[in-house]
T-cell receptor
Framework: QKEVEQDPGPLSVPEGAIVSLNCTYSNSAFQYFMWYRQYSRKGPELLMYTYSSGNKEDGRFTAQVDKSSKYISLFIRDSQPSDSATYLCAINSGGSNYKLTFGKGTLLTVNP | DTGVSQNPRHKITKRGQNVTFRCDPISEHNRLYWYRQTLGQGPEFLTYFQNEAQLEKSRLLSDRFSAERPKGSFSTLEIQRTEQGDSAMYLC???????????FGPGTRLLVL
């Protein structure tokens, strides 16, 4: 079983739709949960991070962590064509372990 | 621009040749990471430095790979005797504090013919 599972999509939505992106993980020791956005042939860009369970909102983006289910989500409201990219979840166990473990990424296309 | 920079952005080489990539982290960041990303996959951790000390290496980092960070500033990743399977995007990231704030560079795309 992979440490992080993410549906690679692709996901295609009309402009203005609410997008839900999800990952599941296997190790209950994970404490930090990040979402990165990656445009084609570019490096990943940090969107949001959360520590432990709960919700975090930043503009049109909301990150949600449910540690009891080992499930993390990213919601995008009022999606725009410029949101078209690959979205990567990443997790870390904290402490002295600094490496990130990434999901495969979900390719999102927002159609005008 | 004060972000993470990587050079070169693209490298094409023949199998068996050596290649070296450079990463310049964000200036106040004392932690530096190397990842590798192949098509359709998320980045995979290769190695990590805190200042000049290399603290962790993935088993993905075979003995053909070596990374350095002299003086705790820029870092280099060298691949010796390249193989076609080394073709990938090599990403560098840096952070000041915890693992949750890693910022990535644009990557170096390697193609081994």
């Amino acid at each position: 079983q992979k440490e992080v599972e993410q549906d690679p999509g692709p996901l295609s939505v009309p402009e203005g739709a609410i997008v839900s992106l999800n990952c599941t993980y296997s190790n209950s020791a994970f404490q930090y949960f990040m979402w990165y956005r990656q445009y084609s042939r570019k490096g990943p860009e940090l969107l949001m991070y959360t520590y432990s369970s709960g919700n975090k909102e930043d503009g049109r983006f909301t990150a949600q962590v449910d540690k009891s289910s080992k499930y993390i989500s990213l919601f995008i409201r009022d999606s725009q064509p410029s949101d078209s990219a690959t979205y990567l979840c990443a997790i870390n166990s904290g402490g002295s372990n600094y490496k990130l473990t990434f999901g495969k990424g979900t390719l999102l296309t927002v159609n005008p | 621009d004060t972000g993470v920079s990587q050079n070169p952005r693209h490298k094409i080489t023949k199998r068996g040749q050596n290649v070296t990539f450079r990463c310049d982290p964000i200036s106040e960041h004392n932690r530096l990471y190397w990842y590798r990303q192949t098509l359709g996959q998320g980045p995979e951790f290769l190695t990590y430095f805190q200042n000049e000390a290399q603290l962790e290496k993935s088993r993905l980092l075979s003995d053909r790979f070596s990374a350095e960070r002299p003086k705790g500033s820029f870092s280099t990743l060298e691949i010796q005797r390249t193989e076609q399977g080394d073709s990938a995007m090599y990403l560098c990231a840096s952070s000041e504090a915890g693992p949750e704030t890693q910022y990535f560079g644009p990557g170096t795309r390697l193609l081994v013919l």
